[in-house]
């Protein structure tokens, strides 16, 4: 009889148990559709329709940034793989952006310049030819392609792509080139050391046409610190999006570069951050363990590149909610965490009809207006990752990315690995 | 040859014409003007608004702020004013290149359809003027030739009317008179038959010579 008690007790505590946990996954759901749905809007409100260009922020004025123009071609289509937008409409947005970056944005060797007027495409702000930022438009452009196979968007997208000079950007250095300008040429600073360009060394050297030579990847510094025992090959900002913008598109999840599993490094880089905003608690108001994600954003004294240990990023109290988001790849559960609890404690101050804005900082009662196209991008994408892995998946069937791997990367895993998740955290 | 001092010859014709062309030229003008109001003054102004201005400086900030950021060139004051002015500066010099070609590119299209309205309102208006001259050509010629029934037509809406008219009166004049002179010849003719038996007969002769010669030049017109 009391076994009987016993099992009945437990059989309703699993029940309950998956009950509760079934609702727990469908509020999840509903925040992350919602967040997903919200940041779409931007994309879909903040573009010109004549020409698919995107603004940079949703301030009024804003130029357009290419690098948002790619994080656009690649919410389109998840906004129709999610059916928030027809196919018909997804499919001529995405076309239209790309005639017109083949036929009315200037470009130099196939490079594009870091802004344009939102309303004729041509180079504005005295902006130089960004060679990390075409990369970021070519990974959406071509994730677009892989979307849309088969269609004039993949041979644009190609076209786009394979008139690209990567070796002229490189300015006969072993390292990328950041950019040129018209008048006074290469710009003194080079992608020399572990950052967000990996993406664009993938793209480089894994060029049909114009590809770099391999031990360009090679040649890019790649130190190490550890912080609170999360090794780190770490950025010199210490910024999140530095471990963010490559994975938005590549799938580093089983990939190997001599030892070093660039996923893993993210999920430490995240943890790490992390733990460095619960340290500094006690300086810094909004800083806490579900209020965390030190990365380029808007700040009480403008946009500044926020970041923690390891490296020597700026800090003064500014959180950027896509910060996290764009790491909830890397630690879903404390990531989901962190957001739904921004949304809950700040909700009239920090989330409007883009989803979360850019940033605030509680020690200077300071909220941010604004939503920046590539924080919204960053987070749609990532968060795109986490539910459906729809964006690597695509991206990583690219024979451009095949090349690179080839190229570039460990053909197994490497039996020692030199950053490891610590397993007692 | 005196000097001419009435310059409105044809003060209703005149006006009418000159206020033709000045009102064509008005047409160019205001379109012309507006294109480039419209086109150039509104760029001006919308670019150098005070909402605008403001938003420059703003996005001249931020801009400045990704360049610290991405290129790590840390916050000198006084270097972020030089870039930041730089950057205003370049901004403003392409905003007026951009309003400059923008009136450029708006107003070829418009000066190649006023050039082609003024030309087919020239063929037009010439019409009304060289239709009429073409009537009085042919009309002077038909009664060179002797025919007196012709009439100086015009149409509706032709310049010339008055000077046709009186044409037409003449001409009528002369018919009439020519008509006259022929019935008269006629009669003359009749009568020297009549008397050609009671009068010398070389002055008969004569006679008849004069009525042939006067019936040959009255014969060569139609009446």
């Known amino acids: 009889m009391k076994n009987r008690y016993t099992c009945l007790t437990l059989s309703l505590f699993i029940a309950l148990s998956s009950i509760s946990m079934s609702n727990a996954f469908a509020q999840d759901e509903a925040f992350l559709d919602k967040l997903q749905y919200d940041s779409l809007l931007y994309f879909a409100n903040e573009a010109n329709p004549r020409n698919g260009l995107v603004k940079d922020s949703s301030r009024p004025g804003a130029p357009c940034s290419v690098a948002a123009v790619g994080f656009s071609l690649t919410a389109m289509c998840i906004g129709e793989s999610r059916g928030w937008i027809d196919r018909d409409k997804a499919y001529e947005r995405v076309i239209r952006t790309l005639k017109t970056f083949r036929d009315d944005v200037p470009n130099e060797r196939g490079f594009f310049y870091h802004f344009l007027d939102m309303r004729t495409g041509a180079r504005t702000w005295d902006s130089e030819l960004s060679s990390i930022d075409t990369a970021l438009f070519l990974a959406g452009a071509l994730f677009a392609g892989e979307y849309f196979k088969g269609t004039e ?8 792509y394979e008139r690209v000079d990567w070796p002229w950007m490189m300015n006969g250095r072993s390292v990328m080139c950041m950019g040129w300008k018209p008048r006074s040429g290469f710009l003194w600073y080079y992608w020399d050391s572990y950052s967000e360009a990996m993406i664009l060394y993938a ?25 609170n025992g999360y090794e780190v090959v770490y950025s010199t900002t210490g910024s999140l999006f530095t471990y963010q913008y490559s994975h938005a598109w590549i799938d580093f999840r089983k990939l190997y570069d001599g030892g070093i599993n660039y996923f893993d490094n993210s999920v430490n880089a995240t943890r790490a951050n992390r733990e460095f905003c619960i340290d500094n608690a006690t300086q810094h108001k909004a800083y806490g363990e579900n209020s965390w994600g030190l990365t380029a954003s808007l700040g009480p004294d403008g946009y500044k590149g926020y970041g923690a240990r390891p490296g020597d990023g700026f800090n003064d109290g500014t959180i950027a909610p896509s910060g996290m988001a764009g790491s909830i790849v890397f630690d879903p559960d404390t990531v989901l965490i962190g957001l739904k609890y921004l949304k809950d404690k700040h909700n009239s101050f920090l989330y409007g ?5 850019d940033a605030f900082n509680l020690d200077r009662h300071w909220w941010a207006e604004e939503y920046l196209a590539i924080d919204v991008g960053i987070t749609m994408l990532m968060v795109e990752n986490f539910r459906s892995g729809l964006v690597w998946n695509k991206f990583m069937k690219l024979d451009t990315v095949n090349r690179w791997k080839d190229l570039c990367l460990d053909r197994e895993k490497p039996k020692s690995l030199k950053v490891q998740i610590p397993v007692d955290k | 040859m005196a000097k001419r001092r009435n310059y409105f010859i ?20 205001i379109a012309s003007g507006a294109g480039v109001y419209f086109g150039m003054w509104g760029s001006i102004i919308e670019n150098f608004s005070q909402f605008k201005v403001s938003q420059n400086l703003e ?3 931020r801009i400045a702020d990704y360049e610290d950021a991405r290129f790590r060139k840390g916050d000198y004051r006084l270097n972020r004013i030089f870039r930041e002015a730089e950057l205003l500066s370049a901004q403003q010099q392409d905003a007026l290149k951009n309003a400059l070609e923008a009136v450029n590119r ?3 299209p418009k000066v190649v359809i006023l050039a082609v309205a003024i030309f087919l309102a020239g063929i037009v208006i010439s019409h009304k003027v060289a239709g009429p001259m073409y009537s009085i050509e042919r009309s002077a ?23 046709s008219s009186a044409l037409d009166n003449m001409v009528e004049a002369l018919h009439n008179d020519f008509a006259r002179l022929k019935t008269a010849g006629s009669v003359l003719d009749e009568r020297i038959r009549d008397i050609e038996s009671r009068i010398n007969k070389e002055d008969a002769l004569r006679l008849k010579d004069i009525v042939k010669v006067i019936g040959g030049v009255l014969a060569k017109y139609k009446t």
Do not use: C
């Not at chain 2, 003060?11 to 047409?27: G, N, P, R």
């Not at chain 2, 010629?141 to 000077?163: H, Q």
């Open chain 2, 59 to 61: 996005t001249a900030k």
């Open chain 2, 10 to 29: 044809n003060k209703k014709f005149q006006l009418k014409y000159t206020l033709s062309i000045v009102a064509i030229l008005a047409v160019v003008m």
């Open chain 1, 203 to 227: 793209l480089a050297i894994g060029s049909p046409t114009h590809p770099i030579s391999k031990e360009a990847w090679q040649a890019w510094k790649r130190p190490v610190d550890t912080y």
């Open chain 1, 353 to 357: 009809k883009y989803g979360f804005k």
């Open chain 1, 153 to 160: 968007i993949e041979r644009i997208a190609r076209d786009l």
């Open chain 2, 141 to 163: 010629e038909a009664i060179r030739r002797g025919d007196l029934s012709v009439n100086f037509k015009t149409r509706k809406g032709d310049e010339m009317k008055d000077a």
């Open chain 2, 106 to 108: 708006s107003l070829l």
